[in-house]
């Protein structure tokens, strides 16, 4: 089955790398040195996810409909919807 979940990537003001957060799934966040090399990573954390809950006899959680989006000290941010295939993480 296939799922789409928001992600929403800011940078680190320190370093520039890109940070990612799942706002559907609790904790989920990932980082990355580019914004390609972050949604992939994006997509790994959320299969990690989804492969726990799997685990744990748990259902995964639908997607957000809306995201507030705070910038804090970071120079950007951006709202991305990734897409994954639940099998991949279950098989």
């Known amino acids: 089955m296939e799922r789409t979940y928001t992600v929403v990537v800011t940078r680190d003001p320190e370093d520039g790398c890109?940070?990612?957060?799942?706002?559907?799934?609790?904790?989920?966040?990932?980082y990355g040195d580019t914004l390609p090399q972050v949604l992939e990573r994006a997509q790994e954390a959320i299969l990690a996810y989804l492969e726990g809950l799997a685990t744990l006899g748990k259902d995964a959680p639908p997607d957000v409909d809306?995201?507030?989006?705070?910038?804090?000290?970071?120079?950007?941010?951006?709202?991305?919807?990734?897409?994954?295939?639940?099998e991949a993480a279950v098989a």
Do not use: N, Q
């Not at 890109?18 to 990932?30: G, R």
């Open 18 to 30: 890109y940070v990612v957060t799942v706002p559907a799934l609790e904790d989920c966040s990932t």
């Open 66 to 86: 809306s995201v507030a989006v705070s910038l804090g000290a970071s120079p950007e941010a951006s709202v991305y919807r990734v897409s994954v295939r639940e």
